[in-house]
């Protein structure tokens, strides 16, 4: 039953978005004319539905009025009314509607531009003109919609596009969208107008012009595309070696002239052309190899690397030997682009065993592309193979990432090679998201060895499991298992903040904190909180802790210690202060200040030592109101502070405070004047030393060194004589630091004081005031004295005589020195040969000519090599004689008897007739010779 017209048109007005929708889906079935102009209204309805069944039940009512409404629709905030109100004016293409159709090019729905360029390519062929010049406009995505527009046109917009692509005044955009259009048509007769866009400046424009020449596959451009390969935009080349591919068995030839061209740049895109036309270009390839140099093979071979034929497989297995090493690099690399088989392997493993390391680790990596080849193959060779080979097995494991591996990486660590383990153990580390269960044995072991390569193969690993053994490592008697632990949580970082900080709270060695403080320590701004939390403890040990953490990370954390002074907890205020000590930064000056007033006498105490410890002049004047207090303490602390701070305006008081009846004081006061050391103190200081007390006299002279002054000579000189030696070394150590002590004798008399520490103390003095009337006692001194005083001699004679000086007698001693020894190695020579242990003899003669160069210790030595019936070394050390003491009678005398031993007569004879050329010889000499020559004659 059709429902009444008067009742539906008031429906469409109903408030109610459900009545109105129905009212208006009613009318879809059943159109009428008397509903038009409230439909129409119905365009401008809120709600969406309403909008779209309105266009629908005005679809069939068409006429003027209804396309303008629609017209102003296309820009609806709906998709759906978008999409139907093109939908229903694209039936009717004509200028009307032309401008609406082409701005929803522009649409923001992919939907919509599609269904309005499908539309606009169903217009009349006088409508392409103008569609194409919609190229210019500034949107891409209506640029992209129009191309898509005219592509479905076809053969319709050939000659538009022909004839628009011959003027030259358009937009680079424009010629860009022409270009494409011309490949997506396959133009083939555009192509040489298309070689004119190959000379343009526009990087865009050259590379649609290039993929567009590339698909139209005229064979004649070949030799214009091949200009481009060396292009230096990436882009560029890209899309040229593109268009070559496309053209396939047809440019090889000229790809093929290209390996061998002088460019790297030029070789390397052939060879990626050449890969990319594939097996067409295997036949070309091969027939040039052998043709080709050494470069020229390379660059083939790169070619074919991507072409997975068994000829080529081959070929690559075999050159994996060749003697060029690129070629060999690039063999090996290739194999891993083809199966594996027993071939492949049997060469690859060879070629583990090859010199060069990178040739070495390129057949791993190929050995671990192989993902089919079974776990138990690579498993077996860790075990049987040699050294080198478990090397790369376990190399090969680490590049393959298979857990399965692990546990076999494991029983490495119990070899005795240390080189595999240390490779197993960063293949191990390399690993991500290891199975803990295999680790944590071992980790908790007895074993040192095991648990040292353990720990190091899991830094890097982020896991908590391993916290606790972790933390037990660094408690390990073994330096490297500590190192691992601490690397380990250094890698961990920000996560292992909340678990070292648990540490703390329980019972583990000072080894433990003591690495968990300097890890903290390093993580500074992201520890911040669990170092504070170590201060608001209740436990002195964490407080400790804490403070020691807080100093490691310095200025850092004082923000954070300061807002802990604010604190109403005593104690934290304690905490706090006691790492701002160790800190001592000017920055804590202020909040110091006021914690002077603090109610708490323990919290003022440690403030003043902050202040002191800080040593900033700006703090003196508060730090001297201190001084009014009764308190003993207070006032010592205060009198420290100011010492550290060195501040000469508190001169008055410490003056003052010298006198006070307090000794504590008094020292205090002493100490504070030795490190300020103002003018100031010498007059107060000479007069004190007439009432100093004996517990206070060795601060005093310590004092007096630190002023360094010639006023103080004569009480240091009378108290040389002191005989308590711990008051006489500091005596002694004052003197050496006066500019000059005239009582130089009374100094030179302590070198033979009994007490070791004395002697050195004189000793060193002597040479800083550099005494000259000390040199002869201090060589004296030297060869009495042990080896450390020795020392301290020699730099006390170097200070004094100057460095020349120095050189000159050093060198004298060690002479004296070495002549000594000399003479002492002879003397046992001499004892030697007493005995006839002749060896001996010359083993001592030996060093004495080290250290001497004397005849008397050569003479012995033949003597001693002629015992040994050594002749010839006998010989040569008489000859070494005779050239030191050329006509020595003894020597050749000597020298015929070594010969009258060797039966060497003719010799004997030369030496006498030598002999006796002499105008006077010793009348043993003569009966020598004639006695020889008797034996000579009887024999």
Known sequence: MIPELDILLIQLQDGRDNVRIEAVRTLVKYPNKLAKSTL????????????????????????????????????????????????????????????????????????????????????????????????????WIKRNQIFKTISLMGIRAHDPVRKLLKRDDLHREQYY?????????????????????LKSQDDEVLIITLETLGSLGFLEIIPDLIKFLDHPIDRVREACIKALSSHGEYAVSFLMDKLSNESRVIRLSASRTLENIGDMAIAPLLDKFYDRDKEGRFWILDALKKLKVPMVKSIFTSLCNDDDYDIQMLSISALSEFEWDDEILDVLFQLLSNEEWKIRSEAARTLASYKSIPNDYFIQQLQIGDVNIKYWMIKTIEMKQDYTYLPILLEVFNASDWN?????????????????????DPLRGID????????????????????????????????GIRENAYSFFEAMGVKSIPYLRQAFTEIRSRVVYTSIAD???????????????????????????????AQKMGVKILPELHSLLESQDWKVRLNALQAIEKIASKDSIPILLELLEDEYFSIRKLAVNCLGQIKDISVSSPLEHLMEVDDIEMRLLVIRALGNICSIE????????????????????????????????????????????????????ENIGYFRNASFEDILSIWLNEEDESLLQKVIIAISALPKFNDYEKLCTLLKHENWSVKKEAIVALGRLRVKYSVKELKQSLQKSDSILRVHIKESLKNILGDETWKNLLAEYVDSS?????????????????????KEVI???????????????????????????????????????????????????????????????????AIFEKLEAKESLPKEVIQLIEKVRLKIKAK
């Open 448 to 479: 040192e060895n095991i648990k040292y390569w353990v720990s190091r193969s899991l830094i890097g690993d982020l896991s908590s499991v391993y916290i606790e053994p972790m933390l037990l490592c660094l408690d390990s008697t073994q330096s």
């Open 843 to 909: 083993s001592s003669l030996t060093k004495a000519k080290a250290l001497s160069d004397q005849i008397k210790y050569l003479n012995l030595q033949a003597k001693a090599y002629a015992e040994l019936q050594d002749y010839k070394k006998a010989e040569e050390i008489f000859l070494i004689i005779l050239q030191k003491k050329p006509g020595d009678i003894r020597i050749f005398s000597n020298l015929a008897m070594l010969h009258f031993v060797q039966k060497n007569y003719t010799r004997v004879e």
């Open 420 to 440: 595999l383990k240390m490779c197993a153990s960063d293949a191990i580390q390399k690993f991500q998201s290891k199975p803990s269960e295999i680790f944590l």
């Open 818 to 838: 070495r002549l000594e020894q000399a003479e002492k190695f002879f003397k046992d020579a001499k004892t030697f040969a007493q005995n006839k242990k002749w």
């Open 40 to 139: 129409l209204k119905n365009l401008n309805d809120s709600n969406s539905d309403v909008r779209y069944y309105s266009v629908l039940a005005l679809s069939t009512l068409m006429d003027s009025s209804v396309s303008q409404a629609l017209i102003e629709m296309v820009h609806d905030s709906s998709r759906l009314v978008r999409l139907v109100v093109l939908k229903e004016l694209g039936k009717n293409p004509s200028s009307a509607i032309y401008e609406s159709m082409v701005d929803a090019l522009a649409d923001i729905d992919e939907d919509v531009r599609s269904l309005a360029a499908d539309s606009l390519s169903r217009f009349p062929d006088r409508f392409i003109a103008q569609i194409l010049n919609e190229f210019s406009s500034s949107s």
């Open 177 to 197: 969208w022409l270009i494409k259009l011309v490949g997506e048509f396959r133009l083939k007769d555009q192509s040489r107008i298309l070689l004119t866009f």
């Open 650 to 701: 508190s001169d008055d008081l410490l003056i003052h405070s010298l006198r006070d009846e307090n000794w504590l004081i008094q020292r205090e006061c002493l100490r504070a004047m030795g490190k300020i050391r103002s003018d100031k103190f010498l007059v107060p200081l000479r007069d004190y030393i007439k009432i100093v007390s004996e517990n206070l006299k060795e601060e005093l002279i």
């Open 519 to 549: 890890l903290l320590a390093g993580m500074k701004a992201n520890a911040f909180d669990e170092v504070l939390s170590l201060f608001r403890s209740s436990e002195k040990d964490e407080v400790y802790w804490g403070s020691v953490i």
